[in-house]
Antibody, heavy 121, light 106 residues
Framework: QVQLQESGPGLVKPSQTLSLTCTVSGGSINSDGFYWSWIRQHPGKGLEWIGY???????YYSPSLKSRVTISLDTSKNHFSLKLNSVTAADTAVYYC?????????????WGQGTLVTVSA | DIQLTQSPSTLSASVGDRVTITCRAS??????LAWYQQKPGKAPKLLIYQASSLESGVPSRFSGSGSGTEFTLTISSLQPDDFATYYCQQYNTYYTFGQGTKLEVK
């Protein structure tokens, strides 16, 4: 059973870079062809997919965020990371990491518990 | 972008009721649709994938159907644990989610 846990600062200043890490347990991040995604949820709102990285290292980002997002893998630490630059108050949200097992379709099979990031001076 | 529209936005029901939530896509997504349940302060939980396949461990009172542009999630007999918000999600062209349906106690 794959388990995911987000970590990172809960407060980021406007114009700075939001950086989060998702630590994976119960499986290797660079095996099995999994896709590792970041998803966010603005307070009281719906869900927005940010992007994914495949276990091979291939990335794919949401067109609306592509210019500001970088997702990377660290196989030595079995985690993947999100960087979102030039943040504004509109980036305040709960950020989730999630895993996709391609054999059952490109849905999100496993989720982290989520971490709230507030953008404020 | 593929837009997903859920209806209703809020649904009031009682334990034992049969309820149906609809998700309409702005263009055909074949059967590339999933349903999630989310409770306050928690991450979404996968219920249904590929429109009609029940995720392991999910009670059989949940079922999904549809293809193309119209999909439904049905709960055959509501249980107290089912009051939550439900989201559909497409993965035909990257990923988008519906706006959510809040299932509340009548």
């Amino acid at each position: 059973q794959v388990q995911l846990q987000e970590s990172g600062p809960g407060l980021v200043k406007p114009s700075q870079t939001l950086s989060l890490t998702c630590t994976v347990s119960g499986g290797s991040i660079n095996s099995d062809g999994f896709y590792w995604s970041w998803i966010r949820q603005h307070p009281g709102k719906g869900l927005e997919w940010i992007g994914y990285i495949h276990s091979s290292g291939t990335t794919y980002y949401s067109p609306s965020l592509k210019s500001r997002v970088t997702i990377s893998l660290d196989t030595s630490k079995n985690h993947f990371s999100l960087k979102l630059n030039s943040v504004t108050a509109a980036d305040t949200a709960v950020y989730y990491c999630a895993a996709t097992i391609p054999a059952t379709g490109m849905d999100f099979d496993y989720w982290g518990q989520g971490t709230l990031v507030t953008v404020s001076a | 972008d593929i837009q997903l529209t859920q209806s209703p936005s809020t649904l009031s029901a009682s334990v034992g009721d049969r309820v149906t939530i609809t998700c309409r896509a702005s263009q055909s997504i074949s059967s590339w649709l999933a349903w999630y349940q989310q409770k306050p302060g928690k991450a979404p939980k996968l219920l249904i994938y590929q429109a009609s396949s029940l995720e392991s461990g999910v009670p059989s009172r949940f079922s999904g159907s549809g293809s193309g542009t119209e999909f439904t999630l049905t709960i055959s007999s509501l249980q107290p644990d089912d009051f939550a918000t439900y989201y559909c999600q497409q993965y035909n062209t990257y990923y988008t989610f519906g706006q959510g349906t809040k299932l509340e106690v009548k």
